[in-house]
């Protein structure tokens, strides 16, 4: 079975290491950081609302996002 697993990490040749070491078989996908327009962006937003499924979609990834930067938050107080 295959599985795609991202890892951000500051360590990339020790991990590297590790798998070869372990014969684990893996890809490096690198890219680069795509930029949007604003009408593109405003294109994609419109297309998300008129589409049901896609509006659902949107919220859960809304949802996980406020999630992630809440508990983000959190711990930065602690």
Not at 15 to 33: A, F, R, V
């Amino acid at each position: 079975m295959t599985e795609l697993i991202i890892i951000k990490t500051n360590n990339s040749q020790e991990l590297k290491k590790l798998l070869e070491k372990k014969h684990i078989d893996y890809e490096i996908y690198q890219g680069k950081p795509q930029k949007i327009s604003e009408a593109e962006l405003g294109q994609a937003y419109k297309e998300a609302w008129s589409n049901p499924r896609r509006y659902q979609e949107a919220q859960k990834w809304e949802k996980a996002v406020v999630s992630d930067w809440a508990e983000r938050a959190k711990k930065d107080k602690n």
